[in-house]
């Protein structure tokens, strides 16, 4: 099972390496960005379980940062911890109505620190190991891996997401409408023909890992998801 992975946004470089060196000895991977900019492709290139955050930031606030990542459905299961050196009652409600799941005053213990990891990746139920499997599929949810036939699989976020609903309810017809509200979320706007581009993307991938059938269409009714049955 891959280590659960931690971007460190921070732009202080010697906080950035004590942080990483205590991640590393408590069983974890890190990223390290310097600015937000940096911060979001990482996200998207490497998607991390949790993000450490600094406040202050050369291109954007860490507040700033949060607010926008939490607006993106993609980045729902993300855990976020907001380290700064404010410590009145008024920042941390900040940082927090911003969408921050934790707050971590500067200076700060490396025992406090993985301490509130483990807590914020406990609440986000991305510290298990939890696998599901069906046929020759397996994915992996605390390491965010896909694998077919024991390849790993290259999946967008929104496919993955997608591949998740369907392994976690298999056999169940869902209409666009449904997938819409579960896998995208009920507050985002999205057209359900989306639904349809998203899904053909998904066949794609578990086509050229020979898994041609595995999302299958139920006429007038939506998708259905089997690795036992052949599609209609």
């Known amino acids: 099972m891959s280590a659960v992975r931690i971007l460190i946004v ?8 004590m942080i990483a060196f205590h991640l590393a000895r408590a069983g974890f ?8 900019k940096e911060a979001r492709r990482l996200l998207a290139d490497e998607r991390p379980q949790l993000m450490l955050v600094d406040w202050m930031l ?5 507040l700033e940062l949060t607010r926008l ?3 993106d459905s993609d980045y729902a299961d993300l855990g976020i911890i907001m380290l700064t050196a404010k410590s009145e ?9 911003s969408g921050a799941d934790d707050y971590i005053t500067k200076p700060f213990s490396s025992r406090e620190l993985i301490a509130r990891i483990k807590a914020a990746l406990r609440r986000t139920r991305m510290a298990t190991t939890e696998v599901l499997e069906a046929g020759d599929l397996r994915l992996e949810i605390a390491g965010h ?10 999946l967008g976020p929104t496919e993955y997401r997608l591949l998740k609903h369907f392994m976690e309810n298999p056999q169940r017809v869902f209409s666009r409408a449904q997938l819409l509200d579960r896998v995208w979320g ?8 989306t639904v349809d ?7 794609k991938a578990l086509t050229e890992h020979g898994l041609r059938n595995y999302v299958q269409t139920v006429r007038g009714a939506g998708y259905r998801f089997s690795a036992t049955i052949k599609g209609e």
């Open 10 to 17: 921070e732009d202080e470089a010697p906080i950035r390496e």
């Open 29 to 36: 991977e890190s990223l390290e960005a310097a600015d937000c």
């Open 58 to 62: 050369p291109d954007m606030s860490g």
């Open 69 to 71: 990542i939490r607006r």
């Open 89 to 97: 009652e008024t920042d941390k409600v900040s940082g927090l109505d």
């Open 145 to 154: 891996r896909v694998l077919a036939k024991d390849a790993e699989m290259s």
């Open 186 to 193: 009920s507050n985002v706007y999205v057209e359900e023909r």
């Open 197 to 203: 581009v998203h899904v053909t993307r998904l066949r």
